[in-house]
């Protein structure tokens, strides 16, 4: 608790050893202010300077009516209330409820392929360190499969395992778990070696010895790469939704674009940064507390 004390001291007045990277909630309110009132400018130029620029660039108030109640069309029902097939009129409610629906569809693709990837790639990555041969082979060829372009490699999931949301789950595990796979690799190499000697040494099994010390030991340096590998996730999820199934905002996102929608599109990619983003939040937080006996 000192110790945080000192640092936190220290990093208020600009000279000590933190170093601030979260923003401060008055500069992110003040940029997403600026953001909006820059967006809503360049609208009414656009607007009243080309034939469709109203279409292209939509003012704040028709993103907020006609962006958000379009939104309407993408509810495919099973909740209570009726669809818009059905007859039923554009609306808020409707609207919640079609971007509730298909986020909880897309949090589930992501969440699951993302804790595949984690729980395949870690054990993956400390039996691939035991032993430098196969280390670098296997680092070669990661290296390689994790250059891929991700929406290049997309539609072959889709053809692989149809289209399904066991071909997203799939798509999101391979973008992710190359990312934790060297870095556990890596993390694994960057240990001293008396860390490991010493155990050893006093008898220790190599199954005890990676769950006991090695593991707890990379878990400061697997931080980043966790949250690095949930990025990329969350980019394969968007790319697998792009192509053949029926749901999700990744496929509500490519709806608006086929029928050139744009405010429905700035609707959902709102929607999207915000889930995105509290779930990288989440991660961050989860794997702070679980690597806070190194602070």
Known sequence: MKRQRLVRDHGQRGFGVALRTRPRRRALLAGTLAGLAGWQVLALVVGATTRQGRNVVPTLWTIMTEGITGLSHFYRGGWGAAT??????????????????????????????????????????????????????????????????????????????????????????????????????????????????????????????????ILPAIGPELRGPLMLAAGTAWACVLASELYGVQSGLGWALNQTLVYSLVPQMLVVAAVFTGLSLSTLRLVNRVTGRLTRWSE
């Open 84 to 213: 818009t097939l059905q007859g039923a009129p554009d609306s808020a409610g409707l609207a919640a409820l079609a971007v509730l629906q298909n986020s909880l569809v897309t949090l589930g693709r992501f969440g699951a392929g993302y804790l595949l990837a984690v729980a395949l790639a870690v054990p993956a990555g400390l039996l691939v360190a035991a032993a430098r041969p196969v280390r670098q082979a296997v680092g070669g060829v990661a290296g390689l499969l994790r250059m891929l372009p991700l929406l290049a490699m997309s539609p072959l999931f889709t053809l692989w395992f149809g289209a399904s949301s066991a071909a997203c789950v799939a798509f999101v595990t391979f973008g992710a778990f190359w990312v934790v796979l060297l870095s556990t690799a890596n993390a694994v190499e960057n240990l001293p070696r008396s860390l490991v000697d010493q155990p050893r040494t006093l008898g220790l099994g190599p199954v005890r010895l990676r769950l006991s010390v």
